[in-house]
Every structure is written in structure tokens, then in C-alpha cells.
């Protein structure tokens, strides 16, 4: 079972722990290779050409299934996907980066600006 975890871990690069167990109806993650390298449109840059272009979809497990199978999902709007099992209930890693130091004194520079040293504050 732990050698399981781990690879799903390193299947998704990912340092938390993921289930590798989905039953069906749950929420899941799956991956799917829409174009193989060398299928790429001929303007895209020679490093995206050489690795696979891959869609990555979240929705509810069809039936029982472990991290690495292939399963069929149904989406939030109702779209059946086929896919690679890759994460039960997925976590949200999105982010917007690092705070950048400039853009933290815009709004009390502006204040300073329109209203003097009150607004400031």
C-alpha cells in the first residue's frame, strides 16, 4: 500500500499524501494525452513539440478504481471523459505567486497622493 502512495505521489508530483483508491461517485482527477510529441502544430516552440500535450479533468468516479487505471469520469456538466486515474478528491494547488514588493505600496502611495497624509493611513 505505501509503495502505491508513493507512486502516485511521484506520478503527480505532489508532496501531500493522495488516496490510491477511488470508489465509484468519487471526486477525482484524470489525465489524458490529447496530442503525442510530434503531433504538435509546427509553430509551437521545438521544447513544447517534444513532450505530449495533456488534459487534465476532474469529476465524479464511474466506478471503483486504484491511482494509474484507466477509468471514465463524468464531468460537473454531465461530459463523460476517459482518462488516467491521477488523484481522488484532488486538492486546489493553484496560486498566484509571490507577492511582488512594488505592487504592495501602489494602494497607500495612491491614497498619499489623492489625499494627502490622512488618506494614507
Not at 37 to 59: E, H
Not at 106 to 113: H, V, Y
Request: hydrophobic share 40%; proline share 7%; aromatic share 4%.
Amino acid at each position: 500500500m505505501l509503495q502505491d502512495q508513493e507512486k502516485s505521489l511521484q506520478l503527480l508530483g505532489k508532496e501531500e499524501l493522495y488516496l490510491v483508491e477511488g470508489k465509484a461517485g468519487d471526486w477525482v482527477q484524470v489525465r489524458r494525452i490529447v496530442l503525442q510529441p510530434g503531433q504538435r502544430a509546427p509553430q509551437v516552440p521545438a521544447d513544447t513539440q517534444a513532450v505530449p500535450l495533456i488534459m487534465l479533468v476532474k469529476g465524479f468516479l464511474q466506478h471503483d478504481a486504484r491511482i494509474g487505471e484507466e477509468v471514465t469520469i463524468t464531468t460537473v456538466i454531465g461530459r463523460q471523459v476517459k482518462g488516467e486515474l491521477v488523484a481522488v478528491n484532488p486538492t486546489y494547488d493553484h496560486n498566484y505567486g509571490c507577492p511582488v514588493p512594488e505592487l504592495l505600496v501602489i494602494g497607500p502611495e495612491l491614497r498619499q497622493i489623492l489625499w494627502g497624509e490622512e488618506g494614507a493611513k
